[in-house]
């Protein structure tokens, strides 16, 4: 994750203007939040909202002000380096499901920006409303949602789920819009053992009131969660070694959550060095590699005496880089790649 945008950092004319690559999206390394939330709307000049990921029927809201939400912006891609805001109507919820106001979504490196560029390396379709690490606030709830209320703060509502539409849009996990929907799954389930809700549905957890977070803060908890479940998955447990790949967010993560697990030493390798003396000196990380200037095979050799790590893990989205990484694992070492690579 590099950086907070907000449908506001479009600055577009009108609707149909295009920004190329990111645009006015800041992808700097310091993370920036605005509110998404409070933009002016225009006339919708789209279709029919899409249909519900778990049934076509239509729930009643017990927020009979929320009933009809007017159109809302959307950041759309075509997988051809543009991204646009497009008006498009709000998602409408059925009884399990809850609208919610979006208030902050980050942007995604191993992600955004390869949907942007059609270059992940499985098939896509465009134009797709973009991103997946968003923040939202309850505004309605269906008539059968049990798990939300009205005024909760949500993790990653989407406009439009996996498989379906919006207006002739596509989800490409669908964060950056002005409004989204999370599903109450375990609701649905309840009343309905065989139904299938959408597996986007997993993501929809809901911030406790006792956490005083921001929204912009809170979309990190996306990024924590998916990096602790990932070092977990691979196997890193109490005195493991390992080597990570990057000095990003994600990198800094799984450093904090190997550590947390026990793992040692913990060898975290990038090219700068600001970041990797935050990860040894704020992070735990036990030792640090600058592969500008330090040989990475010969340091983590003699670190280990010579042994190799027990896991290599990638968060680079750099598969060259991750090959030439590979000499430092130990014979009955593992390779993890947590980034996502480049299609041909």
């Given at each position: 994750m590099r950086a907070l945008g907000a449908l506001g950092a479009f600055n577009e004319p009108n609707e149909s203007s295009q920004l190329n690559g990111l645009g006015g999206l800041d992808l700097s390394p310091h993370r920036m939040a605005s509110s998404v939330a409070d933009r002016g709307i225009a006339a919708a000049r789209h279709g029919a909202a899409p249909s519900s990921p778990i049934g076509s029927a239509r729930g009643r809201l017990?927020?009979?002000?929320?009933?009809?939400?007017?159109?809302?912006?959307?950041?759309?891609?075509?997988?051809?380096?543009?991204?646009?805001?497009?008006?498009?109507?709000?998602?409408?919820?059925?009884d399990y499901q809850c609208l919610c106001r979006i208030l902050a979504c980050a942007t995604c490196t191993g992600t955004d920006q390869k949907h942007i560029h059609n270059k992940l390396p499985w098939a896509q379709k465009y134009p797709g409303v973009l991103g997946h690490e968003s923040v939202g606030k309850v505004v309605s709830v269906g008539a059968k949602v049990k798990s939300f209320a009205v005024g909760d703060v949500v993790l990653r509502p989407t406009a439009v789920y996996p498989g379906e539409r919006l207006a002739g849009y596509y989800s490409l996990w669908g964060g950056f819009a002005e409004y989204g929907l999370v599903?109450?799954?375990?609701?649905?389930?309840?009343?309905?053992?065989?139904?299938?809700?959408?597996?986007?549905?997993?993501?929809?957890?809901?911030?406790?009131?006792?956490?005083?977070?921001?929204?912009?803060?809170?979309?990190?908890?996306?990024?924590?969660?998916?990096?602790?479940?990932?070092?977990?998955?691979?196997?890193?447990?109490?005195?493991?070694?390992?080597?990570?790949?990057?000095?990003?967010?994600?990198?800094?993560?799984?450093?904090?959550?190997?550590?947390?697990?026990?793992?040692?030493?913990?060898?975290?390798?990038?090219?700068?060095?600001?970041?990797?003396?935050?990860?040894?000196?704020?992070?735990?990380?036990?030792?640090?590699?600058?592969?500008?200037?330090?040989?990475?095979?010969?340091?983590?050799?003699?670190?280990?005496?010579?042994?190799?790590?027990?896991?290599?893990?990638?968060?680079?989205?750099?598969?060259?880089?991750?090959?030439r990484s590979l000499p430092v694992l130990s014979d009955a070492g593992k390779a993890a790649a947590y980034a996502t690579y480049k299609s041909p």
């Open positions: 017990r927020n009979v002000n929320e009933q009809e939400r007017g159109p809302m912006k959307a950041a759309i891609t075509d997988g051809q380096g543009n991204v646009w805001l497009a008006e498009t109507p709000a998602p409408k919820p059925n599903t109450d799954a375990p609701a649905l389930l309840a009343d309905c053992p065989t139904a299938k809700p959408s597996s986007y549905a997993r993501f929809h957890q809901k911030l406790p009131a006792s956490v005083p977070m921001s929204p912009a803060d809170a979309t990190m908890l996306i990024t924590l969660k998916e990096t602790a479940s990932y070092v977990a998955s691979v196997g890193v447990r109490l005195y493991s070694s390992l080597v990570i790949l990057g000095s990003g967010s994600v990198a800094i993560s799984m450093c904090r959550f190997a550590k947390i697990f026990g793992a040692y030493p913990v060898i975290v390798v990038g090219r700068r060095d600001a970041p990797l003396a935050h990860a040894r000196e704020r992070i735990g990380a036990d030792f640090t590699v600058n592969v500008q200037s330090e040989d990475l095979v010969a340091k983590v050799r003699r670190l280990t005496h010579g042994k190799g790590v027990d896991f290599v893990i990638d968060a680079t989205g750099d598969v060259e880089f991750l090959k």
